[in-house]
């Protein structure tokens, strides 16, 4: 199993950025798919969720309104569109899958992902 992001870049405040998650070995429309981020010296945390199915897309509350997750099941990749970037986007972003359906209470806990990818690199700064 490997899961494998890119997309990520230096760009200024303001800008937008799409980044990509690739996975082998199995197909994403039957898990939980999800973004996470890590800022040096800060915890990583939830970005976003898409539930197995499409049932349910998660959001933390500072990307609502700015990310977009999305999947194409054709491509096996999920995406997240990341508009009106701000310095505090700022970290590494992890794609994770999760074998299970998460609900909105579990869905930021990165201890119910089973596989991870490397991370990207995000920067924004003028």
């Known amino acids: 199993v490997q899961v494998v992001e890119s997309g990520g870049g230096l760009v200024q405040p303001g800008d937008s950025l799409r980044l990509s998650c690739e996975a082998s070995?199995?197909?994403?429309?039957?898990?939980?798919i999800a973004w996470f981020r890590q800022a040096p010296g800060k915890e990583r945390e939830g970005v976003s969720c898409?539930?197995?199915?499409?049932?349910?897309?998660f959001y933390a509350d500072s990307v609502e309104g700015r990310f977009t997750m999305s999947r194409d099941n054709a491509k096996n990749t999920v995406y997240l569109q990341m508009n009106s970037l701000e310095p505090t986007d700022t970290a590494v972003y992890y794609c994770?899958?999760?074998?299970?359906?998460?609900?909105?209470?579990?869905?930021?806990?990165?201890?119910?992902?089973?596989?991870w990818g490397q991370g990207t690199q995000v920067t924004v700064s003028s």
């Open positions: 898409l539930t197995s199915a499409h049932v349910t897309t």
């Open positions: 070995a199995f197909d994403f429309q039957y898990y939980s």
């Open positions: 994770a899958v999760s074998r299970v359906r998460l609900s909105s209470a579990w869905w930021s806990s990165a201890d119910y992902y089973d596989y």
